[in-house]
């Protein structure tokens, strides 16, 4: 358990220098929040990120998380993953999604 443990924090730390990268001041969020509903990495405005850092996802168990997580909290609920030698990817809903596109004002 602890392996896979440091490897989720692993992962957290590297997509929150990937997001700082790209000019977001991010930043794990158990370091900050710690509660169990707590995003993986905050600092993307009204995302809220699950981060999975894994050879092999259960998709639509990680956005189920997700959304539980963000509920009430007006983000949308996304899933930043990717496994080794691949790149991040990113998963949300449609409708979210959507919501981005269009450029709805989120809050």
Known sequence: MTNSRDKGARGERELASELRKHGYNCHRGMQFK???????VEGLPHIHIECKRVERLDIYAAIDQSRRDAQGSGDLPAVFHRKNNCDWLVTMRLEDW??????????
């Open 34 to 40: 710690g509660g169990p509903d707590s995003p993986d």
């Open 98 to 107: 959507m919501k981005l596109y269009k450029g709805e004002d989120l809050g």
